[in-house]
Structure formats: structure tokens, C-alpha cells
């Protein structure tokens, strides 16, 4: 039996203690074994998935809500995330979590509370896949864990829309600064760097132009080493080069179309 | 005396028909005379500007809440708006507007209602300076108007802020997609077109790299006049070919850095 977690505390008589109407949902986007991946948590009673989301303590800002329910997902601690759109449709009131809460006595404050409309600010996030531990909250949601991003099930809500727009976003940023260091465990080869805009950008690359552009920039240091062992042709490993991926952050790159 | 509008019906015992803790905050941009121009709104018991805002009613999205709190100021009927960030400190209290309510009694809605943290969801908009009628509420605040952008006054609450990031967003869409449309009536040069761009990155750009840039993109359409009468060597008048201009918006260009 998981230990329900903080993130469910207004289950119980604690209702007031957050912000009616209000919730923050993440969408998690890893890279592994060529493929980008998106975590998603499944819904005990319903058989259906989400992205991890939760809801905003009145003590609380929105990014602190939203590092605390992500930290409760991935137990990671360090994480960045980027708030990327506001869901403010009439149409967001989830009749399936109102029923949940129907054999609770009508007047209870987390009954009334979940009964409502509900905006979502949403944010996104880009982690090393290998060092998350997906954690559902072991109440309503019984599995949290990874899906390829093109084979994953239909979602809730609007959740099929919240992962299709922060993955717009990110394509837009691909244009414009790096990305990358948060999803490639410490060194990596320049396929596997084009591999992962392949995979975001949804199409194919040119490899020597690709491989120019990025060696361009300035931000990839080669270390001395192949991946493999002895194999000849074997592409070299690369490492971000900090300073200067910071420096690329702060003032934009461009890499065109 | 200026009628009071809707806007502003949460200040009469309506305070229910509108979702607590939530706002609406709407950026809008103009250009006139080569400025770049920012929509303000001044709180009459106050002498304070803010951009202008508004709450969000229970049978309204977010997108309808910010439109219409944007026609009110405007008299715009046709608007683009783009949602930007969500502003959700813990900071986000306005205790000069709770003074406000101060006179009214403790239990009534309104007064209860307006005392809480808000959250705000920023919208920003491109309007043709020329088209609008910026029009106060009459009752909060005496006055909206265009003010320079770099010369207005200090904002309330983190209304800086949002402006600031309205405009950082507007710079890097700048590298990928088009603007102006809705910032020039009709025709215009390509030295007006330059000052625009210019204005917005806060920096100079070439002229001859700037013209070829746009030229080269197909989006504009020379139309057989120059600016100014009978004086020679004057540039040419263009216009945006719409459906160009369209096709760019959904494909996407590059400007570079």
C-alpha cells in the first residue's frame, strides 16, 4: 500500500487550505532509447490517464505548487519548469472526480470544493529519464510511469491538448536556444542530440548540416572518448559546455526552420 | 459622468456570478509615430496606472473574460489577443484596493470577495493605434490612455513585470513568425516597418539586411505609391499579403538572432 501523499490532503476535511478552482498540471517530457517520453499517472477508479497534476495551497505560489506536486511524481529534487499556458474553458469540470466524491456527505468541504470549474495552469517540464522515480499518490491515481509520447493513451480532460501545446512550445524554443541538458544523462553523441530534435521536431534532419549548426554554437565540449569500446567510426561523446549553454539560454541562438 | 460598465457589476452584490481568485490582465501594444505604445488605465482614488484587467465570470472561458474586459477599454470589436504567463505570487494581494471596499459592509460579497490573493492570467495584444477609443471604467478608474512605452509611469502591483514579459515574448516571436498586421492602418514604408522592429528588440538593425530579410520572406506587396507627394526618392508603400502573411504565421520564418 502506497502512503497517500500531501498532494491529496484535500480529500480529506482540508479543503480550505487551497485555492478554489484552481490546479496546475505538468507535462513531463523524458528522452530515452531514441524516443521522447511523457509521464503520466492513471486513475484508480476510471482506468484512465492524466498528466500529474494537482492543486494550489493558499500559502503557496503557482511555481511552487507546481515544483511540489512534480517533486511528489518524480522524486526529483532539482527540476525546472516552465510555465507554458493557462486551460480556462467553460468545459473544464470533470464529472467522473465529482462522483468520487458522492458517498461523501454533501456539506463536506472537499465534496463542495471539487464540484467546481476548474482552471488549470499549466506547466512543462524536460528531466533525465533516468533518474526519475514515477510515484503515483496511491489514492487516486494507482500508477505513475512513462509512455512514448506518440503511443500514449487518450488522456483526460483537455490533457491530450495540454501535451500537443507544451510540445508546440518546445518546438518553437528549439529555434531559439538549446536544449538538451536536462534530458541527456552527463555525455552523449551528436546522432543521439539529433535524435532528440528529430524527435520533437517530428522529421527528419540533415545530418552534416545538423552537426555544423550545433558545433557552431559553442556549447558542446568533445571529450576524449567513442561511445563503444574499440569499435572504429564510432561517433565521439559530447558534454554541455555550462557557461556557454547558460550564455546561449540568456542571449538566444538561432538555428533557423 | 462616464456610465459604468459591466466590467466593474462585481462591485454591486454580483461578486458571485464571477470565479474567486482570478483575474484577467491584458497587455496591449500600439505603435504610432515610430513608438511602440502601451494601454493604461489610472485608478481614480489612487493616482495609480495599471494595465487594464478585469475578473472572469462563471459562464465565461479565460479567452472570453480578456476579450471583453479588452473591448470595454478599447471599443475594438475585432481583437487578437495571446495568452503569456500567469501571474501567481503570494505577493499578489492589492491591499489599497481592499481599502477600497473598506466603507462597505464586512459580510457583503463584494468586500469579502475583492480581500483574497489573485491569481492573473496575462493576455497581450497588437491593436491598431488609430482604431482605438481608450475608454475608462468611471468608476475605479477616470482615465485610459496610451502612454510611450518607455517613458510610462510606474505600474501597481507586478504590472511592470507583466509588461516586461508581454514584450520579451513579442521579441522572440519576432524571430519566428511575422508581425504587424494589426499595428499599421493599411500601407506602409519599409523605414516604418524597420522602426517598428526596432522598437520592439530595443535595438538598431541594418537597413539593407532588414529590407532583404522582408522582402525576401513574400509577405509584403508593393503597391504602386510612394509616401509623400511628388517627392522623389521617397520608399515605396506596402502592404501584407494576407495570405502569405497566414501561410507565415502557421509555417513559421526566420529573422536569425
Redesign the interface.
Known sequence: MVKPSRSIEFLGEDAQAY????AVDCVVFGFHAGELKVLLTHWANRDRWSVPGGF?R??????D?ATRVLRLRTQLDQLYLE?F??????SRRDEQIEHMFDARPAESAAATWVRE?F?S?GYFALVDFSEVTPTADGVLTDECRWWDLKSRPPLLLDHDEMVERALGVLR?QL??RPIGLNLFPDSFTLPELQRLYETVLGRTLDRRNFQKKMLDLGILDRIGERRGNGVRRAPYLYRFNLPKYEEALQE???L??
Open positions: 485555492v478554489p478552482h484552481l494550489v493558499r500559502d503557496e505560489s503557482l511555481d505548487a510555465q499556458h493557462t486551460f480556462g474553458a467553460l470549474r482552471i495552469v518553437v529555434r531559439h538566444g541562438i538561432s533557423g526552420k
